[in-house]
């Protein structure tokens, strides 16, 4: 089974101008291959292969813009097979053939928001303190713990809030070692109560939103009044960002932070219970249900925070991280 490992990397500056550099280089050939995806289908020609997209957007691409070249070719590569990827996966959500919610068609890529490369094969190498990626250099990285096996890839992340960059590996991880049992667990989840276990035991969760809700607010209203393109919006937005950076991952005060309640919880549940058993809930039903106009809802009544309550507990990440490490 794979699992992904993260850990913070800190670049210097010339390190991570030739990162800003490799994240619009991919943010480039994504957005041009999707616009010429598009072209072709409105002219009705089927969307061209990703041996294609490769020879026009990489190979001859490069002839002309050579800024193309000063970055490695495996993070484009892979940022069409995303690309690619994003697409079957969208086609198959159309006839019936994916489980699940309706997948979207993949969509343009901001330079404001989430950037990521990733590398493959042996294309970066992992040393003691460091790791080596092509044209780019030694980075620090901190492993907060150790690999649990060789990596399969390795992905640079930086968020919408530009703070230190994130390693983030693919890994092969197997259960042999979790302790065999016969017990068995039930788990109801609510929103005052984040799981009722059926063995009585209660579980509180923090609920950063709540805390910051005001200020969320208020940092968006001053966000709205400020002009398009000015530097002051963008300060502005960076500050959302990084509250909404902080509501996800920052501790408030005793209180745990929310990203790291969920990965503690479900990994004690997962080693004491062999077999945990959850509700099904429609979490994405649940929140366009609190967030439809009063119009829409007719007799039935609709709770206007019922939307913000369950994005603020994590349901489905917390069942997301359940499933996968059991």
């Known amino acids: 089974m794979k699992a992904r490992y993260k850990y913070r990397i800190y670049p ?18 994504w957005n041009q291959s999707l616009a010429h995806c598009n072209q072709l289908y409105i002219n009705g020609i089927i969307k061209p292969s990703y041996t294609d997209l490769t020879k026009q957007f990489i190979t001859q691409a490069k002839r002309e813009l050579l800024w193309l070249k000063e970055v490695a070719s495996t993070p484009l590569q892979q940022s069409l097979k995303d690309l690619d990827q994003a697409y079957k996966n969208f086609f198959n959500s159309c006839k019936g053939q994916r489980k699940g919610i309706k997948v979207k068609p993949p969509k343009f890529k901001s330079r404001k928001s989430k950037q990521t490369a990733r590398f493959v094969g042996a294309n970066y190498q992992i040393n003691q303190d460091k790791i080596y990626l092509p044209k780019v250099g030694k980075i620090k990285i901190v492993w907060s713990r150790p690999l649990a096996s060789k ?53 509180l969760a923090p609920k950063p939103l709540k805390k910051n809700l005001k200020k969320l607010a208020k940092f968006q209203r001053k966000f709205a009044k400020t002009e398009l393109g000015s530097k002051r919006r963008e300060r502005r937005r960076l500050k959302i960002a990084r509250l909404h950076a902080k509501i996800k991952d920052i501790s408030y005060g005793m209180l745990r932070k929310r990203t790291d309640f969920l990965h503690k919880l479900s990994t004690n549940l997962v080693r004491k219970y062999d077999t945990i058993v959850l509700e099904d809930l429609n979490v994405s039903g649940m929140i366009s249900y609190g967030m439809l106009p009063y119009g829409m809802l007719r007799k039935r009544k ?25």
């Open 302 to 326: 609709r709770n206007r925070k019922l939307a913000k309550a369950i994005s603020d507990l994590g349901w489905r990440q917390f069942r997301t991280l359940t499933e996968a490490i059991g």
């Open 12 to 29: 210097n500056r010339v390190q991570i101008t030739k990162l800003n550099q490799l994240f619009g280089c991919c943010r480039y050939v």
């Open 151 to 203: 990596p399969t890839s390795l992905t640079i992340i930086r968020d919408s809030a530009n703070r230190p960059s994130i390693a983030s590996f693919v890994v092969e991880i197997n259960h042999e070692s979790l302790p065999i049992t016969d017990n068995s667990i039930g788990i109801d989840l609510g929103i005052s109560t984040f799981a009722t276990l059926s063995n009585g035991g209660k579980i």
